[in-house]
T-cell receptor, first 111, second 113 residues
Framework: DTGVSQDPRHKITKRGQNVTFRCDPI?????LYWYRQTLGQGPEFLTY????????KSRLLSDRFSAERPKGSFSTLEIQRTEQGDSAMYLC?????????FGPGTRLTVL | AQSVSQHNHHVILSEAASLELGCNYS??????LFWYVQYPGQHLQLLLK??????LVKGIKGFEAEFIKSKFSFNLRKPSVQWSDTAEYFC???????????FGTGTRLKVLA
């Protein structure tokens, strides 16, 4: 068990560009979560997948954000037309039931 | 709006001191409650959780938390902290019937050797 992995670990982009992050959960975990964390704040829930189905999405999430989990294994989070306010740590977590295992995160900086 | 409050943002203690970190949430229905910890350079990991039953739950490394429904609180305690407890601690709430987890802003604990 190698844990939850995320790629890339760091991403610097210019405002207006699109970015995509990948999360590989622990292999037997069917639940997958995306969070965003800014400095001095706790993780903010973005979306939840059970297998390939996206069952919950934060109302705070703008239309520029989209997430997929096409085969119920890895997941991608895409941000279109990035803004400086999107700069944050993007965390992925997976679980079998209720204990979430977090990945190291992808730190996004939008210039 | 549903929220989780952690009033202590920074706590500094000497080794062997007792610890209590506050967590209050605003949600009128049934909730599942969690404490997560992030040690320096490591990922967030579960410390303990409460779903139902005995409101006093025990977690790893000697931590415990008490759910007081009337106060909407789930405070974290440890009778005697160690230097290795230096970390950031997050309280989280999962309203029953949802998949959403709401985290507090975290408490940075520094334990002096």
């Amino acid at each position: 068990d190698t844990g939850v992995s995320q790629d890339p670990r760091h991403k610097i982009t210019k405002r207006g560009q699109n970015v995509t992050f990948r999360c590989d959960p622990i292999s037997e975990h069917n639940r997958l979560y995306w969070y965003r964390q800014t400095l001095g704040q706790g993780p903010e829930f973005l979306t939840y997948f059970q297998n390939e189905a996206q069952l919950e999405k934060s109302r705070l999430l703008s239309d520029r954000f989209s997430a997929e989990r096409p085969k119920g294994s890895f997941s991608t989070l895409e941000i279109q037309r990035t803004e400086q306010g999107d700069s944050a740590m993007y965390l992925c977590a997976s679980s079998e039931v209720d204990t979430q295992y977090f990945g190291p995160g992808t730190r996004l900086t939008v210039l | 709006a549903q929220s989780v409050s952690q009033h202590n943002h920074h706590v500094i203690l000497s080794e062997a001191a007792s610890l209590e970190l506050g967590c209050n949430y605003s949600y009128g229905g049934t909730v599942n409650l969690f404490w997560y910890v992030q040690y320096p350079g490591q990922h967030l990991q579960l410390l303990l959780k409460y779903f139902s039953g005995d409101p006093l739950v025990k977690g790893i490394k000697g931590f415990e938390a008490e759910f007081i429904k009337s106060k909407f609180s789930f405070n974290l305690r440890k009778p005697s902290v160690q230097w290795s407890d230096t970390a950031e601690y997050f309280c989280a709430v999962n309203p029953s019937g949802t998949y959403k987890y709401i985290f507090g802003t975290g408490t940075r604990l520094k334990v002096l050797a």
